[in-house]
């Protein structure tokens, strides 16, 4: 650990630079008279982690790194535009960073496949996808969400929206489908375009109300168990129970789980995913790329219960995999040679940054008097409660007026309800850099004070 630390601290602070070749092991194990896997593992933990990088034959070498974004330091290095400068600081909740994706690393391997795999790439493939890329996924699932799945299990599709019309199709238009109130808009409008049997399922603290979809006759149930959008929520052990054991009581019961952003939660350990306690084949877990590499990466895919699949491939699998071979082989090694994992933790920080400025700045300013925060240990959006008289429209008004865009957290309602919070707006940080963040953060506040 001081090993690492070590290393970590000059890299950041930039006094070791990038591209620059660390010590071999071998070298540094003796100079500093430690084990050689002692230095092996502090190497393991920096690379994983996106700081350093190894060249087979050559060595280890630093990865570039940015001065982490603080409110001092932008405070400390930007001169900040008039106050009349019409900019809109839009705190979106669906967007995502996209200038450090390693594109060099992705150009790289699209030459390789396209050089080594020419012939492959015209071919069709498996309906359900390409054996690389589903081989891929399930060990990332095993190593990181807990899941022991066969690439058997997977299906490869163009976005979440076609994967979950095949769910339907799967499991049956003349079924009862509960969706989270409130929840992801697009998800209701999905099932409304491919049944009439939708119905909501209210929230309380502890997420989806298994009574409530107990007394419904509901007999599927999509939920984001692990961070709830818009709410935050991080459905416990215990509710979770409650949904499975829902389940297991009648042999047409099934649970959706979308587990959309689960790579970046902030506070303690990932969260396990529903399915990873699953034992009687009844959790169907949904995922998807475009938040973690890029909204245009319409790459994702379901992993079916075993007693699902052969319904599946019977009754669907006539589909055609709706994402190109080339695509998929590519995906395939960024995950093989762990890219991906080195782009999540390089991510997971910047994420991190932008949240606690903006957190901050709220917290430690005036707006900390009015304005409560929730749901941002994990994801890529809080919720802001505001105790300053004004209501939800008020509120998103008054800060496009001064510039800013925030959103009501009553949009996030497919279904009315009579208890919707009155003075609660959702506002997203991944698309904003920090100084963006903390001038929105200053239009809020002469917005709302």
């Not at 450090?100 to 015209?122: N, Q």
């Not at 939660?265 to 034992?279: N, T, V």
């Not at 901050?360 to 300013?365: A, C, D, L, V, Y």
């Not at 497919?414 to 959702?426: G, K, L, M, Q, Y």
Request: glycine share 8%.
């Amino acid at each position: 650990m001081q090993l690492y630390s070590y290393i970590k601290g000059e890299i950041e602070n930039g006094s070791i630079k990038k591209g620059e070749r660390l010590p071999s092991k071998k070298s540094l194990s003796a100079h500093l008279k430690i084990s050689t896997v002692t230095v092996e593992t502090a190497y393991s933990q920096l690379m994983a982690e996106g700081y350093i990088s190894s060249k087979p034959g050559s060595g280890y070498y630093a990865e570039g790194f940015e001065e982490e974004e603080t409110v001092e330091n932008i405070l400390k290095n930007e001169s900040f535009c008039s106050e009349n400068e019409p900019i809109l600081y839009d705190f979106r909740t669906n967007r995502i960073d996209t200038s450090d994706f390693p594109f060099s690393a992705w150009a790289k391997l699209s030459r390789e496949v396209l050089s080594e795999r020419s012939e492959g790439l015209l071919n069709a493939c498996h309906p359900q996808g390409i054996m690389q890329l589903r081989t891929a996924i399930a060990d990332y699932l095993r190593d990181f969400r807990g899941m022991n799945v066969s690439p058997e299990q997977i299906v490869i599709g163009a976005g979440t929206e076609y994967l979950t019309g095949l769910i339907i199709q799967l499991l049956g238009r003349d079924n009862a489908y509960g969706v989270e109130n409130p929840g992801y808009g697009k998800v209701y409008e999905i099932f409304s375009a491919n049944t009439s049997r939708v119905f909501p399922v209210p929230m309380d603290e502890k997420g989806a109300s298994a009574e409530y979809i107990a007394g419904f006759g509901i007999n599927v149930i999509h939920v984001t168990p692990s961070h709830h959008f818009p709410l935050g929520i991080v459905m416990p052990v215990s509710r979770r129970q409650e949904l499975l054991k829902w389940a297991y009581s009648k042999d047409d019961r099934y649970i959706i789980e979308d587990d959309y952003d689960s790579e970046f939660r902030y506070i303690g350990r990932p969260i396990p995913a529903l399915q990873s306690m699953d034992k009687n084949n009844r959790v169907i877990y949904i995922n998807t790329f475009t938040k973690t590499i890029a909204p245009s990466m319409r790459i994702s895919y379901m992993v079916l219960p075993m007693s699902l699949l052969s319904k599946f491939r019977s009754k669907l699998g006539f589909y055609s995999c709706t994402v190109p071979v080339f695509e998929q082989l590519t995906l395939a090694r960024f995950m093989e040679k762990g890219h991906f994992e080195r782009h999540i933790n390089r991510m997971k920080k910047i994420y991190r940054s932008r949240r606690d400025i903006l957190v901050k700045k709220i917290s430690e300013g005036r707006l900390g008097e009015i304005v409560s925060i929730s749901g941002c240990d994990a994801g890529m959006h809080m919720l802001l409660t505001v105790s300053n008289g004004m209501k939800q429209n008020e509120l998103v008004s008054s800060a496009a007026k001064n510039g800013a865009k925030v959103y009501s957290l009553s949009e996030y309602y497919s279904f009315p309800v009579a208890d919707i919070p009155e003075n609660t707006v959702v506002a997203g940080f991944s698309g904003l850099i920090g100084r963006d963040l903390i001038k929105g953060a200053e239009a809020l506040e002469k917005a709302w004070l």
